[in-house]
């Protein structure tokens, strides 16, 4: 059985408005999702993030649970308008004292901090005034950044600027699907660049304050891309340049890719890219985060035949995929968990091993991956989740395999801690590992976290 190395980093992740609820407690301003999850229609059941698993008034209990895992590191997310409510100005003590019980309570636990600065949840004042198509927002963010890098920086031992910043323009600002629910493909590209800018200018700030030991990071879902054959291999290079190059290029080598810009040309001149800019987002990073749950299949398409937008966007209907009208996006065989995402852990291999080609000197962590499965319940309370312990062990067996060829993976994270509010989908997807009673708000360990509490006592994979 695959084994990790000594100091590998097991731990199990969540985000700010997936789990905390107390939206409108102790001075927290109002965030995208809050406006997005109180528009009627936009999420499922009308689910919103008000109450979550209400993990603001858990704390105790949650971090008790984790202790009880037996996790070496959690990762989580400080909700910006929490701590500065318009996304501007002095911090709002009560709600970053959360934060310091929390990171607290960890380390009391022998619990390795990894926090994320930004998971989603961009104040509503700062949409307000433009959102992250505008300039300012990154400035906005790096002052943001050096606040907490001030209040925590000497007990985190992880800092993730961003997560996911391919949701965060794509999703919010193209296909609106994500809050704030804009479909503005040209702005959508002046968001890629503005969270790029924003996360470069956060990893200065933050280096300048923070305990010289911690570790900078950002957390990118990167796409696996493969082409359903030989002559799409075009497809691929411009799948891959907007959703992985369009982050790694100016995070990780300062610079944009060229087929980028001219595949893009006739959306966006990129006159937003200032002078120094490129630079200014390549700042070093001591690991880069990797979120992964499935590989992506594409095709030219030349509209002679039904495509079948894999991706989830109607014909018709804004795509999260810019200027590529003319590819398919291709469903994959399954089996399929509950999103509909196909299990294909040799995309994670593969994807680990490119990194490790590509970015030789930059150590990766596995941020994100795991599974939403409708558990069965028995009478006497136990969740069954066989289905989340196969996609576990055939991930880390994926992963281990990645090693083993060289790459160098630092850790591994379960998504998610808890079922939480799965964004559009509101509760009704579930990828804890521990299950979350919506009435009331009881938490489960599944068989899967029994599983997982195993592995990471051992180190190892047990026998199947
Ligand atoms: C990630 N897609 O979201 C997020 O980081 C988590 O907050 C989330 O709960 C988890 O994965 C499961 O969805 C994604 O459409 C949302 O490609 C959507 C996509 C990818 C990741």
Redesign the pocket.
């Known amino acids: 059985m695959p084994a990790f190395p000594e100091n590998f980093l097991w731990g199990t992740a969540t ?1 700010a408005y ?1 789990v905390e609820g107390a939206w409108d407690e102790d001075g927290r301003g109002p965030s995208i999702w809050d406006t997005f999850s109180h528009t009627p229609g936009l999420v499922a059941n009308g689910d919103t993030g008000d109450v979550a698993c209400d993990h603001y008034h858990r704390l105790e209990e949650d971090l008790d649970l984790l202790a009880g895992l037996g996790v070496g590191a959690y990762r989580f997310s400080i909700s910006w308008p929490r701590v500065q409510p318009g996304g501007r100005g002095p911090i709002n003590r009560p709600g970053l004292d959360f934060y310091s019980r929390l990171v607290d309570g960890l380390r009391t636990r022998g619990i390795a901090p990894v926090a994320t600065l930004y ?1 989603w949840d961009l104040p509503q004042e700062l949409e307000d005034a433009g959102g992250w198509p505008h300039r300012d927002t990154a400035l906005r963010f790096a002052e943001y950044a050096r606040l907490m890098g001030e209040a925590l920086g000497d007990r985190v031992d992880t800092w993730t600027t961003l ?2 910043p391919w ?1 965060s323009a794509y ?1 919010g600002y193209a296909s609106g699907v994500h809050a704030p629910a804009r479909t503005e493909p040209a702005a959508a590209l002046a968001a890629v660049h503005h969270l790029n800018l924003g996360h470069g200018l956060a990893v200065q700030a933050l280096r300048s304050v923070v305990a010289p030991g911690a570790s900078m990071s950002v957390t990118l ?1 990167l796409h696996h891309v493969r082409g359903v054959a030989e002559r799409d291999a075009d497809a691929v290079r411009r799948a891959d340049a907007l959703a992985n190059r369009a982050f790694l290029g100016p995070m990780l080598e300062g610079a944009y890719p060229r087929d980028l810009i001219d595949d893009t040309a006739s959306v966006t001149d990129w006159s937003f890219v200032r002078d120094g800019d490129e630079a200014a987002a390549g700042q070093p990073l001591d690991v880069l985060g990797v ?1 992964y ?1 499935n590989p992506t299949l594409v095709r030219l398409w030349d509209g002679a035949d039904v495509r079948e937008n894999a ?2 966007h109607q014909d018709g209907a804004a795509s999260p995929w810019i200027a590529c009208e003319d590819i398919d996006f291709v469903r994959q065989p399954g089996p399929y968990t509950e ?1 509909g995402w196909n299990i294909d852990e040799t995309g994670l291999t593969e994807l680990l091993l490119r990194l490790h080609r590509d970015y030789p000197d930059t150590p990766t962590m596995i941020t ?1 991956n795991g599974a939403a499965f409708a558990d069965v319940v028995d009478p006497d309370g136990r969740v069954r989740d066989e289905r989340r312990v196969d996609y576990l062990r055939r991930h880390l067996t994926a992963v281990a395999e990645a090693i083993a060829a060289g790459a160098d993976v630092r850790g591994y994270f379960v ?2 801690l808890m079922d939480n509010f ?2 559009a989908h509101g509760y009704a997807k579930r ?1 804890g590992i521990v299950r979350v009673d919506r009435d009331t708000m009881e938490r489960t360990w599944k068989d899967s976290a029994h599983w997982y509490r195993d592995v990471v006592a051992s180190g190892k994979l047990p026998e199947a």
């Open positions: 985000a997936q998971h997560n996911e949701c999703l879902n979120n749950y991706d989830g999103m994100e998504w998610s799965e964004w990828f």
